[in-house]
């Protein structure tokens, strides 16, 4: 285990460079006192890293360090908001973060969580840079259903109507819709890069071999749960599983009736992935 010096800050916040040169993303790290692991976690589309504060305390206390930031146009990080210009943007953003979390605790086992959009660029990572993690966890992923490109302006806006589809408690969708760091629209542009990213993740789910959990509630308002039952059986990993969730809707990690449940089930595989 790497020696941790006790005076360290456990949160840090600091603006780092993206894979766009001239471009920087927002991170924050939460470091466990004696960390068994990191984990490097990823928000879904319109949101930001801060709605993840109660899944990182959890896992912080867990022993893990926890690395996550604003994907690039959300959140407090830089670029157009809300628009997007390459598939590529996202997957090689979150390896700068990986490589961060791995030079840090360069004897530790690295993780990816990561959810809805999040949980898009973490497949894609998984086809793009096999075996740079230890594992991966993806919940509720965007993955191949939504591939038909909207025709129009790239950088025109369309209202975010996601609220819709998120969780079965009406408060936590009230306090989505409250929440002003969340993106109140989004661009042409980004909705057809993702759609373009979902048709190539559907080519290349071969490659995905690391192992790999899924989680999906089977009430998904947004992405249908028949999405994950398809990829996960198009996954190369030898290592896979697919936990379903009846009655729970997109935001499984914030419902309240069973988060804490998920959250352990996600340390449960964590932890025996960790060794």
């Known amino acids: 285990m790497d020696f941790i010096d006790n005076n360290f800050s456990r949160h840090s916040e600091e ?14 790290t939460d470091k466990a006192d004696y960390p068994f692991a990191n984990i490097v976690l990823v928000h879904g589309l319109a949101e930001h890293s801060g709605r993840y504060d109660t899944i990182t305390s959890f896992l912080q206390k867990n022993n893990f360090n926890v690395f996550r930031y604003d994907q690039r146009s959300h959140g407090k990080s830089e670029g157009k908001r ?18 961060m979390a791995k030079t840090q605790f360069p004897n530790l086992p690295t993780f990816l969580l990561g959810h809805s959009m999040g949980g898009h660029t973490v497949l894609k990572v ?7 993690v230890d594992g991966i966890v993806a919940t509720d992923p965007l993955s191949i259903s939504f591939t038909d490109k909207i025709d129009g302006d790239p950088e025109k806006y369309l209202p975010n109507q996601l609220g819709k589809g998120v969780n079965t408690d009406p408060r936590v969708t009230a306090k ?3 929440d002003p760091m969340n993106l109140k629209e989004f661009t042409v542009g980004l909705m057809n890069t993702l759609m373009d990213s979902a ?48 009655f729970l809707m997109h935001e499984i990690l914030n419902e309240p009736s069973r988060k804490w449940e998920i959250y352990q089930e996600i340390l449960n595989w964590l932890n025996k992935h960790r060794y």
């Open 15 to 28: 603006m780092i460079e993206s894979s766009t040169k001239g471009l920087n993303l927002f991170e924050q």
């Open 82 to 99: 809300g628009h997007l210009t390459s598939v590529n943007n996202l997957p090689d953003d979150c390896k700068i973060v990986i490589d």
């Open 126 to 132: 998984a086809t793009n840079y096999p075996g740079i």
């Open 176 to 178: 989505y819709n409250n």
């Open 199 to 246: 048709a190539d993740l559907k080519q290349d789910l071969d490659k995905v071999v690391d192992p790999i959990l899924l989680l999906h509630g089977e009430a998904d308002g947004l992405i249908p749960v028949s999405d994950s039952l398809e990829i996960y059986q198009k996954f190369s990993s030898k290592d896979k599983e697919i936990h379903v969730y009846p």
